[in-house]
């Protein structure tokens, strides 16, 4: 999976460095978004397989931004999950109603996000981006 293009949206300048640098190092091209809007400017540029989704944004929300992203077709097929601090019982539901391809909660376990990453991109739900 080396070599995949990555996106990560988060308010938080520490989340958006541990998981850069996280990704970074098993090979992932990683690009980074504090909030919708620069996220939408980022995506005209930058086609990642994944979006690692901050849910808790500024202005428009990771849920919003999924459903947004998931109706799209130039975008449908990103592989997204949901990134919470807030992990109450229904956040997850509420994600995969977005379209969110999956859940992580906060703080993120430097030792698990890796894998994740890796087996929602082996599994797949969309062609690679070019």
Request: with cysteine; glycine share 8%; net charge negative.
């Amino acid at each position: 999976m080396s070599g995949e293009r990555i996106l990560i949206v988060d308010d938080h300048p520490t989340n958006l460095k541990l998981a850069r640098v996280l990704l970074s190092a098993e090979g992932y091209e990683v690009t980074t978004a504090e909030d919708a809007l620069q996220a939408m400017a980022v995506l005209k540029d930058f086609q990642p397989r994944l979006i690692l989704m901050d849910i808790q944004l500024p202005g428009m929300d990771g849920l919003e931004l999924t459903r947004k992203l998931k109706a799209d077709l130039r975008t449908g097929d990103i592989i997204i999950l949901a990134l919470t601090a807030y992990a109450m019982k229904g956040d997850e539901e509420k994600a995969a109603a977005a379209g969110c391809d999956g859940y992580i909660s906060k703080p993120i376990n430097t030792r698990t996000l890796p894998g994740i990453v890796a087996q929602h991109l082996a599994q797949g739900n969309g062609q690679p981006h070019d």
